[in-house]
């Protein structure tokens, strides 16, 4: 089946701590996305990558990082600068970033910290 | 700054009864427009897009929108709501930036389909 994949689905971790979630698609699609929901928010874009080993900050990076060595994987660390770092983390990819495609979302990650 | 409203943050219908969500946009230039919904426990799905032509768009599952360039909106629509489309919905829009298509999205409206 081609997809989106994210894990893990749940994932708790400790104050002071980084974490990295995985996003890995088969669609072949160039363009990759990160976002984050939080509840009564919508969708918030932390970072997107247009092509292998290229990536932008999107709107709310800070405490964020990210890499892009392979075309189907857009891992998210979120690193112990992020200050509030308990959300749903949402991978999307589309076949690029520069044409009216559609974007198509993977399961999400939700992330707590304790 | 580009912004997506969604003013309906929860909505209660009964089964049978007609759905009209509202979404509008502050960006006055060429956009795309977008609904997505998100199903309890599952994917962020697309429900139906506008990109040109006909302002009046079907979508899956009997969903629709109209875009309303005028009003800038792209209220979403369904004739009779089913216990199924219990979910929370998305609007959103997204126009062509440096060569990057930044999707921006409203907050969501909670919908709740009683049988």
């Known amino acids: 089946d081609g997809g989106i994949t994210q894990s893990p689905k749940y994932l708790f971790r400790k104050e002071g701590q980084n974490v990295t979630l995985s996003c890995e698609q088969n669609l072949n699609h160039d363009a990759m996305y990160w976002y984050r929901q939080d509840p009564g928010q919508g969708l918030r874009l932390i970072y997107y990558s247009q092509i292998v080993n290229d990536f932008q900050k999107g709107d709310i990076a800070e405490g964020y990082s990210v890499s892009r060595e392979k075309k189907e994987s857009f891992p998210l660390t979120v690193t112990s600068a992020q200050k509030n770092p308990t959300a749903f983390y949402l991978c999307a990819s589309s076949i690029e970033a520069g044409r009216t495609d559609t974007q198509y979302f993977g399961p999400g990650t939700r992330l707590t910290v304790l | 700054a580009q912004s997506v409203s969604q003013h309906n943050h929860h909505v209660i219908l009964s089964e049978a009864a007609s759905l009209e969500l509202g979404c509008n946009y502050s960006?006055?230039?060429?956009?795309?427009l977008f609904w997505y919904v998100q199903y309890p426990g599952q994917h962020l799905q697309l429900l139906l897009k506008?990109?040109?032509?006909?302002?009046l768009v079907k979508g899956i599952k009997g969903f629709e929108a109209e875009f309303i360039k005028s009003k800038f909106s792209f209220n979403l629509r369904k004739p009779s709501v089913q216990w199924s489309d219990t979910a929370e919905y998305f609007c959103a829009v997204s126009r062509m930036n440096t060569g990057f298509q930044k999707l921006v999205f409203g907050t969501g409206t909670r919908l709740l389909v009683s049988p």
């Open positions: 960006y006055g230039g060429t956009v795309n």
């Open positions: 506008y990109f040109s032509g006909d302002p």
